[in-house]
DNA sequence: AATTAAATTAACAATCTTGTTAGCAAAGAT
DNA sequence: ATCTTTGCTAACAAGATTGTTAATTTAATT
């Protein structure tokens, strides 16, 4: 084969995800790809057969990535439920940072329609996880550290602010600009808000 | 003119709001439309002359909607603040499940460009409603009543966790039907939830 | 160097999509 | 009753969009 590796390739799939994550599947044009990938569109449908294909392609992968983020975030060892979960939120407020295009993709793509077999799958991997969770949650709750809460409420709680202000960010950047000295300076805020509002939502009053 | 008055001309309309909604402006198609409101799509372009403007009459439509909704939610006369924004997030979050494809569609229409225009125009609108909820707030700060906050950082919070409730709809509920008694249950209980975190918020310690 | 296999392109094809237009039908005006 | 306006349809047109294919180039194999 070509000494050439396979740029071709992943100059796609790069390009695929570009286009994907900023007009969304109906707004993504394969000719567009191709062209922003330096080729032929012929050679999108030569290495990924189509364009729902090529597609998926990249939602699977951004997928796992969101899930996989998110159960690293709250998983640092040694720290106790408050502080993980604080910690956990800056994390997770930071992964979407970095990654500002995600939400509304995500958004479009999973959560507008009933896709089950995904979310039954998510849910299955979840459980283990959140019926552990639940039980720390439970447990700090008998010691009077924090309030009790369900796990479903507080993922809810969090990815709801944690998320919202990222889709929201055209809009928010414009008031970013009268209200703080830059839009960076306003998400910064906005992280620390976020946290604020779950630490009072959970600890109990001092 | 014709008895039959005005029925194409709504007709249409009603059929774009469905496709527009549920597709998105790239998803939906004229003929599409056309064939849901039961005539030709030359009629579309006789009445609307193009998709775009049909389209942005409803989306028009939909941001007036929605802002006139949200500051009726928060309107209610003769109450404390406490009391107001307690009412206006239940308020709020009715309007949204009555109309539960608004999120989506003002997030992918409005929030995702930006928007300079409108945003500044409602920049202005609002500016004297957040100046003068911010006035209040600051008074029961000064009282000793609630924590204090910026009218943004509220707004956000508030707007935050109702949205991302519907926008995340059809995988929360999934997680519905294993953990509560109906989608209706959990949407009431998120209502509560919601409420319940802003109240933390910014209501002082007892 | 000759052969084989893979990568790439240009051209084409089929379908979809938006928009237009000419003509017909129905209603109102004179 | 005739004329005019308005609503409407069918057909068409232009361009976009996805996908295919045959031919060409490039690299690897022998």
Not at 4 to 26: C, H, M, P, R, S
Not at 160 to 174: C, I, K, M, Q, Y
Not at 192 to 199: A, K, T, Y
């Amino acid at each position: 084969m070509k000494s050439k590796d396979n740029n071709t390739e992943k100059a796609i799939l790069q390009a695929a995800e570009v286009e994907f994550l900023t007009k969304g599947y109906d707004g993504a044009k394969t000719v567009a790809i191709a062209e922003r990938a330096g080729v032929t569109h012929a050679m999108l449908h030569y290495y990924y057969r189509s364009k729902r294909n090529l597609y998926e392609k990249i939602l699977n992968d951004k997928i796992e990535m969101v899930i996989k983020s998110f159960v690293a975030s709250f998983s640092m060892p040694g720290l106790d439920i408050v502080q993980r979960i604080k910690i956990g939120m800056e994390s997770h407020f930071d992964f979407i940072m970095a990654n500002p295009l995600l939400p509304r993709f995500i958004i479009n793509e999973v959560f507008s329609k009933g896709d089950n077999l995904l979310i039954v799958q998510m849910h299955d991997k979840m459980q283990r996880v959140f019926e552990k969770v639940q039980r720390e949650i439970d447990a700090a709750v008998e010691e009077g550290v924090i309030r009790p809460i369900t796990v479903f409420d507080l993922v809810v709680d969090i990815v709801s602010l944690n998320v919202f202000t990222f889709v929201a960010l055209p809009v928010l950047g414009e008031f970013a600009t009268m209200l703080y000295a830059s839009e960076k300076a306003m998400l910064e805020a906005r992280k620390r808000e976020n946290v604020e509002v779950i630490m009072r939502r959970i600890l109990i009053d001092r």
